[in-house]
C-alpha cells in the first residue's frame, strides 16, 4: 500500500485533472457546508421541528458535501486508464463521515471544556473524512496498482482537521455563526478540499511495464447523476424544512390555536393613530373563569370554540375578527359607511350567542362594547372606547349590546394602568427588585428572584396584587414578562462584567405564556446575546398555569431543560396539580408557599403538611426553597426538619433594588453569608 513498487516491473501513470471538475467539487462542498450552517443555526433557535431532525439534517447535508467531493474530485483526474465505480462500496463510505459529523455537532453543544470539545469534534470529523476516503478508494476500481505516499496523506489530515477546529470553534461561538458563516463556510470548504486532494496527490498509480494505456475514461455518469440528484434534494429539504418551520412559528405566533383565529399580537399590529375607517366592537365573557372552575377547562375550550366559531360565521366581509384575550374577541371594521349594516350583524350575532346554552341558562353573561367612527378617531381611540364600555358594563352588571357614551363610560382606573403600561415601561417607572435565597445550614448566597414594581407618577406606588390581574386579564403580562426577561439578561451581564458573581435569577412566567414558543425563543436569544450559560435563569412556574393543559405545559418545561434553564415549581401545595404530574414535571426546584410558614415553629399535627411537601421534594432530588422566613426561630425549626433548606425571606433579606442589593451583596462576608 505504502512501498514503491519495482521501476523495471511497472510504470507510474502520470494524469492531468479536469479544471471544470474541480470548479464543480469546490462549488459542491461551498453549498452543502452553507446549507449545513443554516440548518445548524435553525437548531440553536426554538423551532416546531425538535434539535434532534435539525441536527440530523445539518450533519446529512455536511457528509453527503463531503462524499460527493471526494468522488468529484475523483473525476477530475484524468488518467491513460479505465475507471469504474462499485456502488455498493462508494455507497458505504458515506457511513463513518455521517456519523462522525453527527457526533462531533453534538459535542460542539456538550459541557465539554471549550478547547477539548473542538478539539475532539475537529478529529472526529478529519478521521471520518480519512475513513471515506480509504473506502472510497476502494470503491474505484482501476486495473491498476495503487500506492499511497503516507506523507501527504497525513499532512492532509492535519490541515483538514486544523481547518474543521477553527470551523467548530466560530459555530459554537455564543454570538452565533450569522456574522460568521463566510469564514466558518471556508474553513470547512478548503479544509474538504486540501483532504481530499492531498489525498489524490499522494496517491500513485502504477501499471506493468507493456500494459496497454487507453484513454481517460471515468464510468461515473450514474454518480454524477446522482450527486446532481443529492445537490437538488439538499437545496429542496433545506427550503422546505425551513419554509415549514417558519410557517408553524408565524402561525403559532399570531393565530390562536383554539379558535384559529387572529391573535392579539395580530391585531396590535393593526393598532394606528392613523383615522378609523369603520367601528371596534368588543365581545366579552367575563364568566368564563367561573365556568371552567365549575366544569373543567375542557368544557371552557368548548364554548369558546362554539363562541369562536358562531362569531365567524355572521363576520361580514369588511370586517376582521380577533381572539384578543383568554374571554375576549373583536371585530374591526376596514370599510367607511358601514356603520349601520355592522350594527345590524352585531344584532344578529346577540341572538345566535343567547341561543347558547350557558347563556341560556344564565351560567354566563357577556357585553359587546361597540365603539363608532367618526372623522378624528383613531382605531387605538376606538380600541380603548370599546375597552371602557365592556370594563363600566362588567362593573355596573349591564349586559347585551352596548354603544360607547363619553358622558357614561369614563376612564376606570384599570385603563389609567393599561393606558400607561407602555410609558411606565420606557419611563423605568416600572423596575425591578431582587430579593436574595440564601442555603440554611451553610448561609450559602445561592441567587436571587426579581419581583416586579411600580411607582406611578399620578397613582403613587401600586401593589403587584393589584396591576399583575389587571394585566394578566387583559393579555398584556406577556409583553411585561418579555421586558423582565430582557433587563434580567442585561442585569446579569452588567454584574458579570462587574465582577459581581449572582449565581441563578429566578423569573416569574405567567399562565398561558408557559407554552408560548416566542417565550422559549427570547430566553435563548437574550442569553445568547449576552454569553451566559441558560443553567443561571430559573423559571418560576405555579401550578395554576399548568392546570388548563398540563400536558401542553410539561412540554413546554421539557423543552427549557433541553435548552439549559432551571424550573421551579412556585406556591406549591396551594394549587391543583396532582402527585402524579409532578413525577412527569422536568424541574430542579421546589418551592413552599408563604402560607405554610407563616404559623411555625407548630406543633408536629399543624406542620405535618409542611413536612409532607419536604419529603416529597427531598428523594426527587429537588432544591426546596421555602418562601416567606422572616423570623429565626422559623429558620431553626425548618433547619430542624431538613438541614440543606434554601430559604427566602425578611429575615435575611427584603427585595432590595440594584444598588440596595450590590451593597447587600458586598456587606454579606460580614452577615457570615458565604459565596459560591
Known amino acids: 500500500m505504502f512501498s514503491t513498487p519495482d521501476y523495471k516491473e511497472y510504470l507510474q501513470l502520470i494524469g492531468s485533472f479536469s479544471s471544470k471538475m474541480i470548479l464543480v467539487s469546490v462549488l459542491v462542498i461551498a453549498f452543502a457546508s452553507y446549507t449545513t450552517l443554516v440548518l445548524y443555526e435553525r437548531m440553536l433557535k426554538p423551532s416546531f421541528f425538535k434539535r434532534e431532525v435539525w441536527l440530523l439534517l445539518a450533519s446529512l447535508a455536511l457528509s453527503f458535501g463531503i462524499w460527493a467531493t471526494h468522488f468529484l474530485a475523483m473525476n477530475s483526474l484524468l488518467l491513460p486508464v479505465e475507471m469504474h465505480v462499485h456502488y455498493g462500496w462508494a455507497f458505504i463510505c458515506i457511513v463513518p463521515i455521517f456519523f462522525a459529523t453527527l457526533l462531533a455537532f453534538q459535542l460542539v453543544r456538550s459541557p465539554m471544556k471549550a478547547c477539548w470539545r473542538h478539539a475532539v469534534g475537529a478529529a472526529l470529523i478529519a478521521q471520518g473524512m480519512s475513513a471515506m476516503q480509504y473506502l472510497g478508494m476502494k470503491a474505484i476500481i482501476v486495473d491498476a496498482l495503487i500506492v499511497y505516499d503516507w506523507k ?181 371594521v376596514e370599510q367607511t359607511g358601514r356603520t349601520t349594516d355592522f350594527y345590524k350583524n352585531l344584532v344578529i350575532m346577540q341572538s345566535e350567542i343567547d341561543q347558547l346554552l350557558p347563556i341560556k341558562s344564565q351560567e354566563m353573561r ?73 442555603k440554611g445550614a451553610t448561609h450559602e448566597f445561592v441567587g436571587v428572584e426579581a419581583l ?89 412556574i405555579t401550578e395554576t398555569s399548568t392546570a388548563k393543559s398540563t400536558t401542553q405545559a410539561i412540554a413546554a418545561m421539557k423543552q427549557f431543560r433541553r435548552y439549559g434553564f432551571s424550573i421551579a415549581l412556585d406556591d406549591f401545595g396551594t394549587g391543583v396539580s396532582s402527585l402524579s404530574f409532578l413525577q412527569q414535571m422536568p424541574i430542579t426546584t421546589l418551592k413552599i408557599d408563604k402560607s405554610f410558614t407563616d404559623g411555625v415553629p407548630a406543633p408536629a399535627k399543624k406542620s405535618a403538611v409542611l413536612n409532607a411537601i419536604i419529603a416529597i421534594g427531598c428523594p426527587m432530588d429537588l432544591t426546596i426553597v421555602v418562601e416567606g422566613v422572616e423570623r429565626l426561630e422559623q429558620v431553626e425549626f425548618l433547619l430542624d426538619m431538613k438541614s440543606d433548606l434554601t430559604f427566602q425571606g425578611y429575615y435575611f433579606s427584603k427585595p432590595l433594588t440594584v444598588p440596595q442589593f450590590e451593597k447587600w451583596l458586598a456587606n454579606s462576608n460580614k452577615l457570615g453569608f458565604v459565596h459560591p
Open 152 to 332: 501527504l496523506l497525513i499532512a492532509g489530515n492535519l490541515i483538514g482537521g486544523l481547518l474543521v477546529y477553527l470551523a467548530l470553534r466560530e459555530i459554537s461561538n455564543p454570538r452565533g455563526i450569522s456574522l460568521s458563516i463566510a469564514f466558518v463556510m471556508f474553513f470547512l470548504t478548503v479544509g474538504t478540499l486540501s483532504l481530499h486532494y492531498l489525498g489524490i496527490f499522494g496517491t500513485n498509480y502504477y501499471i506493468e511495464e507493456g500494459q496497454a494505456l487507453h484513454e481517460s475514461v471515468m464510468h461515473m455518469e450514474i454518480m454524477n447523476a446522482l450527486i446532481g440528484v443529492g445537490v437538488g434534494l439538499l437545496l429542496l429539504g433545506m427550503l422546505l424544512t425551513s419554509y415549514i418551520d417558519r410557517y408553524v412559528d408565524y402561525w403559532l405566533r399570531y393565530y390562536d390555536v383554539l379558535t384559529k383565529l387572529p391573535n392579539r399580537r395580530n391585531w396590535e399590529r393593526c393598532l394606528a393613530e392613523d383615522v378609523a375607517t369603520g367601528g371596534v366592537a368588543i365581545w366579552n365573557f367575563p364568566d368564563l373563569p367561573r365556568i371552567n372552575q365549575l366544569y373543567g377547562y375542557t368544557e371552557g375550550d368548548k364554548i369558546l370554540k362554539q363562541i369562536g366559531a358562531l362569531l365567524a360565521k355572521w363576520k361580514p366581509s369588511y370586517a376582521q375578527l380577533y381572539r384578543v384575550s383568554g374571554n375576549r374577541f373583536l371585530f374591526c
Open 366 to 438: 357577556y357585553a359587546c362594547g361597540l365603539a363608532q367612527a367618526d372623522q378624528n378617531k383613531s382605531v387605538k381611540t376606538l380600541y380603548k372606547e370599546a375597552l371602557m364600555v365592556i370594563e363600566q358594563a362588567a362593573a355596573s352588571h349591564e349586559w347585551g349590546l352596548l354603544t360607547f357614551d363619553p358622558v357614561i363610560h369614563g376612564k376606570s382606573y384599570e385603563q389609567d394602568v393599561l393606558r400607561d403600561i407602555s410609558e411606565a415601561l420606557d419611563e423605568r417607572h416600572i423596575y425591578l427588585v431582587y430579593q436574595p435565597k440564601v
Open 452 to 540: 416586579l414594581r411600580w411607582t406611578h407618577p399620578k397613582l403613587g406606588s401600586i401593589p403587584p396584587a393589584t396591576f399583575v390581574p389587571i394585566l394578566e386579564q387583559e393579555g398584556r403580562m406577556g409583553e411585561v414578562t418579555d421586558w423582565i426577561i430582557r433587563e434580567v439578561c442585561r442585569q446579569i451581564h452588567n454584574w458579570d462584567s462587574q465582577g459581581i458573581h449572582v449565581p441563578q435569577v429566578a423569573i416569574n412566567i405567567p399562565g398561558e405564556y408557559v407554552t408560548e414558543p416566542r417565550l422559549l425563543n427570547l430566553l435563548w436569544k437574550e442569553t445568547n446575546a449576552y454569553r451566559f450559560d441558560p443553567s443561571r435563569i430559573e423559571l418560576e
